[in-house]
């Protein structure tokens, strides 16, 4: 008698299998996987589905559906307060401390780490002090304890923040992180973009000199991202897409034009302020005005715009990076950008001072050292302002990659 045969086994589709998908978990849908409780208990996992990954053919990644954009929800995080008036030691012996000693930062640290520990995602906000010594060791102080516990540091009215977060290292995520740390810095200037007009030359150089050290902290928070994400490309190739590495490092170039801004213009102030009151250092603060205002103002602007495209949905990401694209593209065609306008604005401005104390038997005015070191800055901001603006084009063409090989923004 013949042997039975039944049907042949189909030859699975190694290509399908390994496609990232969402698997629905045990008792939804007739699945079978199952997340050990384990898992459930340690990061919160209640909800009725997973994102498979696989990494190659024997082994796979299982994360939450929503992790990619959970330590961007600023608003769930848990606030907590912590005054130095509360630590009996740090308040009255901080300031004759021994700088070499170890055990003065012992009770500000315990503190900073037992107030982390209940939560996964914690603002610890220290109120400044009023004693301006302490106000200075306690901000040192954070700034030393930041590398060594991990937790990015940065300024809110009032007070120093302490922000813990569980850390997911995959570059999506980081990518986000560095975007938003990114939008951190923008809107400080923005802000100061919008006051400026009201300042006078010492108000702000005061205001950028808080903004200055506000862009120092958050640009240590963006090395360390951006180094988390150097790891993370190299020690995970096979899980992780280049084009959310480039984001980040377009991220933490701009961060880095940013703070060269920020200490030019600090610098500018402080050549013009030297020479006294002149009617051309008056009109080269004007220009230092007008810069912000036009160049510096619409580069940010277009940053904004593409830095928003990670967030958006498939269809508007992808009209919008085209756009930003098809804009950048056009001005460099037709030299029309902002930044070449300010330009010829500033030339113009300066070639008519010079014929203006050309008739002069003395020096001329613009032959000082304010004025020649307050014009290079200008021209240097300038300069930076559109390299921000290639940036933006960057970070567009990048997100665009992004959402072509399949992986799309924001998802």
Not at 157 to 166: D, E, K, P, Q, S
């Amino acid at each position: 008698m013949k042997k039975r045969r039944g049907k042949q086994p189909v030859k699975p589709d190694t290509r399908e299998a390994l496609k990232e998908r969402v698997v629905y978990l045990k008792g939804v849908q007739g699945s079978t996987m199952n997340i050990p409780i384990i898992y459930r208990r340690t990061f919160d996992w209640n909800s009725d589905s997973v994102i498979f990954h696989p990494v190659n053919r024997r082994a796979f990644v299982v994360y939450r559906a929503d992790m990619d954009q959970e330590e961007l929800h600023q608003e769930s995080y848990t606030i907590r307060e912590l005054d130095t008036d509360t630590l009996p030691w740090y308040s009255r012996g901080r300031v004759e401390a021994d700088p070499d000693d170890p055990s003065r930062l012992e009770e500000l640290r315990e503190t900073l780490v037992s107030l982390s520990l209940a939560d996964r995602y914690v603002h610890v906000d220290v109120p400044r002090p009023e004693d301006r010594k302490l106000e200075r060791c306690l901000r040192d102080d954070l700034e030393l304890l930041s590398s060594e516990l991990g937790y990015s540091y940065s300024m809110v009215t009032g007070a120093y923040r302490c922000t813990f977060v569980f850390s997911r290292y995959t570059n999506r995520q980081i990518m986000n992180r560095s975007i938003a740390v990114l939008m951190s810095a923008i809107g400080l200037l923005r802000e100061f973009i919008g006051n400026l007009l009201e300042l006078s030359l010492s108000e702000a150089g005061a205001k950028l000199e808080e903004i200055a050290y506000s862009v120092h902290m958050s640009e240590m928070n963006m090395d360390r991202i951006y180094t988390d994400a150097l790891n993370v490309l190299w020690d995970l190739p096979a899980t992780e897409e280049a084009g959310y590495f480039l984001v980040s490092q377009s991220c933490e170039r701009a961060h880095d034009e940013i703070e060269y801004l920020v200490n030019s213009s600090l610098q500018a102030l402080e050549l013009l302020d030297d020479g006294g009151k002149d009617d051309v250092l008056s009109i080269l603060y004007e220009e230092l005005i007008a810069i912000w205002r036009s160049s510096i103002g619409n580069a940010l602007d277009e940053l904004v715009k593409a830095c928003s495209i990670a967030s958006a949905d498939r269809e508007e990401a992808r009209r919008t990076s085209l756009a930003i694209m098809r804009e950048h593209r056009k001005e460099k065609e037709s030299r029309s950008s902002m930044q070449d306008r300010s330009v010829s604005s500033l030339a113009q401005k300066i070639e008519s001072l010079s014929e203006r104390n050309r008739k002069r038997t003395d020096i001329s005015l613009l032959a000082r050292k304010e004025c020649i070191g307050s014009i290079e800055l200008l021209f240097g901001m300038n300069r930076s302002a559109a390299r921000l603006s290639d940036m933006a084009n960057i970070i567009a063409s990048k997100v665009l990659y992004i959402i072509n090989s399949g992986f799309g923004a924001g998802s």
